[in-house]
């Protein structure tokens, strides 16, 4: 069975999405950039092991990758899973764990790329919302794409409304793709 760590920086639901749909694969590890995630809270409700590595401890990128790669060893990680973790991967990372690493955004790439995705497609006025699993590269969410999954926005439907859909879709889909890509 493939070990797995989820990254995450705030609430977790997707990282709670994948440890309750794991089947092919076992989520072994959370990693935080920042003590107060959310995350945290829910990875000690499920029993799941958890380090919290804040970037300003560390004097560079690197030096915090560095410090990341040597717990994903220490644990045998195999396969990383991005989930709302809001932070560019760097060559350390990304070379130590190459076409290991994937990473879930709201929108339907290449469209809306970056922070605040649902908003940016609400206000291009769009009428199709969607979410994109992809391949992770050093750009921000470029890399290749996996699976997407559309739906259509209901007249005056509004932007909360909007995430809480996207995220119904993000907790089945997540878990789906990771079982297909590690079975
Ligand atoms: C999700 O919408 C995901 O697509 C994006 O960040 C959000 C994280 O939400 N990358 P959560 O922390 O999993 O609840």
Do not use: C
Not at 162 to 173: P, T
């Amino acid at each position: 069975m493939k070990k797995l760590a989820v990254f995450a920086s705030g609430s977790g639901s997707n990282f709670e999405a994948i440890v309750k749909g794991q089947k092919n694969y076992e989520v072994v590890l959370l990693i935080v950039d920042k003590l107060d995630a959310y995350a945290l809270v829910r990875a000690r409700k499920m029993g799941i092991e958890s380090v919290a590595l804040p970037a300003k401890d560390f004097v560079n990128k690197q030096e915090h990758e560095e410090a990341i790669v040597s717990i994903l060893k220490e644990y045998d990680i195999d396969f990383i899973a991005l989930a709302g973790y809001m932070r560019l991967l760097g060559e350390t990372l990304l070379n130590e764990y190459s076409s290991k690493i994937v990473n879930i955004h709201p929108s339907l790439l290449p469209n809306f790329k970056g922070k605040e995705a649902i908003k940016q497609a609400v206000e291009a006025g769009v009428d199709t919302i969607g979410v994109t699993v992809h391949w992770v590269d050093f750009g921000m969410d470029t890399g290749e794409i996996i699976e997407q999954k559309s739906f259509l926005v209901n007249k005056g439907e509004s932007i909360s409304d909007i995430e809480n859909r996207v995220h119904e879709i993000e907790h089945i889909l997540y878990p789906k793709v990771l079982n297909e890509l590690l079975k």
